[in-house]
């Protein structure tokens, strides 16, 4: 049976590629906090998990296999990357539920999809989320991409698989867990990871979530994202893979590295065996330039009013353990967000223990 009702309101998506106004530069995270998960998933609040970078000495000259050790991996099933249960887990330890009024919970990878959304069509950024009003905060979880674990196994999902790998592997070989420590590089098992949990203002909003972060730098005393993509360089890349380096490929690094925090980003490019011959670094702050198709201050002002919308419509029915009411708020075509309300179990992601949480037991940060 479907529970889910409509009161008719829709956000309209204004595809613009300038600026609403000159305002609006995108803001720098503050750090809140740790999360450290082993290979057992013990979690910890604290950089047990961290991973030191072990940059090449020089980036234009290396020989990095991505695919040694490709059939002898250890595979397992992705986390659900939609749930939010690290952050509130996190907020029960060190947030009173004093400080929990009016804060926006979430993840990163929810926040970029959700800034995505002015800077891409339909077909390239669909999403559906659940929000629940709590504690006075507004917590989001994402709820469009179950069974994908299943779709990735299928045989024609090959590339996808081993491309997977590929990035993995290239930060294992990049990173060691303590600077004075050598890993085996050739052994497959995944190690543990490491999140930051950052906050950002967007004017009213105030936000917390969590982001994972591969590997930090202690020279530059700053965290580097790792990436590999397929080999271009300026001599053979093409129009089309020009346009979509920039258009998607760039957004995705400077939206994901914005949010973490992270200084700096280093992109392994090899060929169709796995081979990387060449590093290149980006600095987060230098990505957004008047040549590409799209600009920050579109995605700040999105976020911004997307998330006054939000806030609106759910604070209208009030706190959920008193209604159970869920808000679902999802793209539903190329110019619009469209809100239903639900009270449906399988939306209700807010685990009871957290609901009943009170002053006592609350760490004060």
């Known amino acids: 049976m479907d529970r889910r009702k409509s009161d008719g309101s829709t ?57 040694d050790g490709y059939e002898d991996r250890e595979e397992k099933s992705e986390e659900n990357f939609e749930d939010i249960d690290l952050m509130i887990k996190w907020i029960s330890e060190k947030l009173a539920t004093s400080e929990l009024n009016n804060l926006v919970v979430s993840r990163r990878c929810i926040l970029t999809d959700i800034m995505f959304t002015p800077c891409k069509k339909y077909a390239h950024c669909q999403w559906k989320i659940a929000v629940i009003l709590q504690h006075g905060a507004y917590h989001i979880c994402r709820f469009d991409r179950n069974n994908r674990w299943e779709e990735v196994q299928k045989p024609h999902n090959r590339l996808w698989r081993k491309s997977h790998y590929w990035g993995w592997k290239m930060e294992q070989l990049l990173t060691e867990s303590k600077p004075d420590e050598s890993d085996c590089t050739k052994t497959q098992v995944q190690h543990g990871k490491y999140l930051l949990v950052n906050q950002l203002n967007i004017n009213a909003h105030s936000l917390v979530f969590n982001c994972e972060i591969d590997a930090y730098d202690e020279n530059t005393d700053s965290f580097v994202e790792i990436k590999t993509k397929k080999n271009i360089s300026p001599e053979n890349i093409s129009p089309g893979e020009d346009a979509i380096f920039k258009k998607f490929t760039l957004l995705q690094w400077w939206a994901q590295s914005q949010l973490g925090g992270v200084k700096e980003i280093l992109c392994g490019f090899r060929d169709n065996e796995g081979l990387v011959t060449r590093i290149e670094s980006f600095r987060t702050s230098s990505i957004p330039n008047s040549e590409l198709p799209w600009n920050q201050k579109v995605c700040f002002h999105f976020l911004d009013n997307l998330l006054t919308w939000i806030k609106k419509r759910v604070s209208v029915t009030g706190e959920f353990s008193a209604n159970r009411i869920v808000h679902l708020f999802e793209r539903s075509d190329e110019d619009t967000i469209s809100h239903n309300t639900t009270t449906e179990p399988r939306y209700q992601f807010l685990p009871e223990w957290y609901l009943n949480i009170g002053e006592k037991g609350h760490n004060q940060h």
């Open 11 to 67: 956000f309209p998506i204004r595809r613009i590629m300038k600026p609403i106004s000159e305002s609006g530069q995108f803001p720098s995270p503050v750090k809140r906090g740790h999360i450290s998960v082993d290979r057992k998933m013990n979690i910890t609040f604290d950089e047990s998990q961290m991973r030191y970078l072990k940059r090449p000495e020089d980036l234009n000259n290396v020989s990095l296999n991505l695919d």
